[in-house]
């Protein structure tokens, strides 16, 4: 598959995971965290933070593996705590299932990792954007972090999708432990 067409399909993708967050964040204002679709959204949230893991490793590794685009130091630093998410939610999965409240007490570890990772990769993109000014350290593999290699749509990046996909990750995570913790 050309990396254009690639592009596309996950540049869809992550616009629709912004939008489903992006929802779902103004249907719990509007209609309370015990509303049916927020239930459902707590009661399925381990497979969608496995799924919301497992996307980033695919989308990631496709980049540098089948497209051969190096990743650079930041890149790096948000697969660090991306990357774990995937194994962190099968586990949960596998251990509990979605009949136990006990594979909830996950995202006890995984909303912070979501977080660092949305902050790291909100740097990155301030970084490319020259919103910050780059010290010319940041080069690792002889890759820059301002450089753009893929720019979907005119805005999104790879530093944007880690940065959506850590977010929805993060807000899932505030939901599920913010919701358990109220009730």
Request: with cysteine.
């Amino acid at each position: 598959m050309p990396l254009e067409t690639f592009n596309i399909i996950i540049g869809i993708g992550t616009i629709g995971i912004a939008l489903l967050v992006i929802t779902l964040v103004l249907f719990r204002i509007v209609m309370g965290p015990h509303s049916h679709i927020m239930n459902l959204v707590r009661r399925d949230a381990l497979a969608i933070g496995f799924l919301l893991g497992l996307a980033a490793i695919a989308g990631s590794l496709t980049y540098s593996e089948l497209y051969y685009l190096t990743p650079c130091l930041f890149c790096w630093w948000q697969r660090i705590f991306l990357y774990p998410q995937a194994v962190i939610f099968a586990v949960a999965l596998y251990r509990h299932g979605r009949t136990s409240n006990a594979g909830y007490d996950i995202f006890h570890y995984a909303t912070p990792m979501a977080i660092v990772s949305s902050v790291i990769s909100l740097y990155h993109v301030f970084l490319q954007r020259g919103v910050i000014a780059s010290t010319g350290a940041c080069i690792q593999n002889g890759v820059s972090c301002t450089t753009i290699d893929i720019n979907v749509f005119g805005f999104l990046t790879i530093p944007m999708m880690a940065l959506i996909i850590g977010v929805a990750l993060g807000l899932l995570g505030i939901f599920v432990l913010y919701d358990k913790k109220a009730s």
